[in-house]
């Protein structure tokens, strides 16, 4: 069955440190690959997406994530964490058969001032 | 995000009670999709509906069921809530010409 690992669980940074948070997919066929990022009592929002084209991908707020397909990983990384992206990372997969996303585990951080 | 809406935001029933939450969507999509969040376990997919017409399982239906009634409109039912229902519920939609979703503030949902 198609799957989402997230290795990082909780991710601790102090401000202006870089961010990489892990994800991989089981999936081999196209896929279209996402991030969503939840902030402290809110819901779930799009902070970038792949479908085709240059595996690197920006979004959001200065996020982006690298497409390797090789390795099954879209990785997300940030330069510079703020306190304000304490949140909660969620990568997700579409499987283009099934139409249907697969979310991870879910990766929280905690950015301290 | 006002386009997605779920009502109740917050819920406490007791262990038996039937309870029927629900998500309107004023953004015209096709698809409609109920999620479950728990701790450590990421989203979970309950339930979805490409249609009006349409309605399928996802991975964890058990114990759910589910009510398209327009387009607009899908509504999740727990016709005897147990305590490990407990959770936080999203309604999300889609189009169909692009894959991502949509989400609702989501309810939180604790069973007594």
């Known amino acids: 069955a198609q799957s989402v690992s997230q290795h990082n669980h909780h991710v601790i940074l102090s401000e202006a440190a870089s961010l990489e948070l892990g994800c991989n997919y089981s999936?081999?066929?196209?896929?279209?690959l996402f991030w969503y990022v939840q902030y402290p009592g809110q819901h779930l929002q799009l902070l970038l997406k792949y479908f085709s084209g240059d595996p690197l991908v920006k979004g959001i707020k200065g996020f982006e994530a690298e497409f390797i397909k090789s390795k099954f990983s879209f990785n997300l990384r940030k330069p510079s964490v703020q306190w304000s992206d304490t949140a909660e990372y969620f990568c997700?997969?579409?499987?283009?058969?099934?139409?249907?996303?697969?979310f991870g585990t879910g990766t929280r951080l905690q950015v301290f001032p | 995000d006002a386009d997605v809406t779920q009502t109740p935001r917050n819920r406490i029933t007791k262990t038996g009670k039937r309870i029927m939450l629900e998500c309107s969507q004023t953004?015209?999509?096709?698809?409609m999709y109920w999620y479950r969040q728990d701790p450590g376990l990421g989203l979970r997919l309950i339930y979805y509906s490409f249609d009006v017409k349409d309605i399928n399982k996802g991975e964890i239906s058990d114990g759910y069921s589910v009510s398209r009634q327009a387009q607009a409109k899908f509504s999740l039912s727990l016709e005897s809530a147990i305590p490990n229902q407990t959770a936080l519920y999203f309604c999300a939609t889609s189009d169909m010409t692009g894959p991502e979703q949509y989400f609702g503030p989501g309810t939180r949902l604790t069973v007594t």
């Open positions: 999936y081999g066929g196209t896929v279209n």
């Open positions: 997700a997969v579409r499987n283009y058969n099934t139409d249907k996303l697969i």
């Open positions: 953004k015209g999509h096709d698809r």
